[in-house]
């Protein structure tokens, strides 16, 4: 069965833009409220549920890896978003917090963005930038439904 959500030269659908946007929404109010972002995940299934993960306790890359073996595993997956902690090489040589995001739809392309934040657990006083494109990653979900 294929899907008509996506078009063939590499953009995003719109649903995918929305999963993606909604998980960086949560994602940027929990490092506003509470300061620390675990490993985040959402996988929306052929038939359009969605599937929210938290991934803890753990390494960082060991969370990330998890998360992006849970898509791999996940038979009926159409699309998913990671949120998770990274920093950023600023134009002054030096790192900055940012919230990272990768994405990806089945068959298609799959991407990464980031946004800078400071004020980390200060709520009021958190600010965040517009996402920027971080590129292309490695696909998740490979072939068509």
């Not at 946007?21 to 490993?39: C, E, F, I, Y």
């Not at 946004?115 to 517009?130: M, Q």
């Amino acid at each position: 069965m294929s899907h008509d959500n996506n078009t063939s030269y590499g953009t995003v659908s719109p649903q995918l833009d929305e999963l993606t946007s909604t998980l960086m929404g949560d994602a940027l109010d929990v490092l506003a409220t509470r300061g620390k972002l675990n490993v985040l995940l959402v996988i929306q299934m052929q038939d359009g549920t969605v599937e929210s993960l938290e991934y803890a306790d753990d390494g960082a890359e060991r969370l990330l890896t998890a998360a992006r073996d849970h898509v791999r595993s996940t038979r009926h997956a159409l699309r998913y978003a990671i949120a998770y902690e990274g920093a950023v090489e600023a134009e002054d040589e030096t790192f900055a917090d940012a919230l990272i995001v990768e994405f990806g739809e089945r068959g298609c392309p799959s991407y990464s963005a980031f946004s800078l934040f400071e004020g980390r657990g200060k709520e009021e006083a958190f600010r965040w930038t517009d996402p920027a494109p971080a590129g292309e990653e490695e696909p998740l979900l490979m072939g068509t439904m």
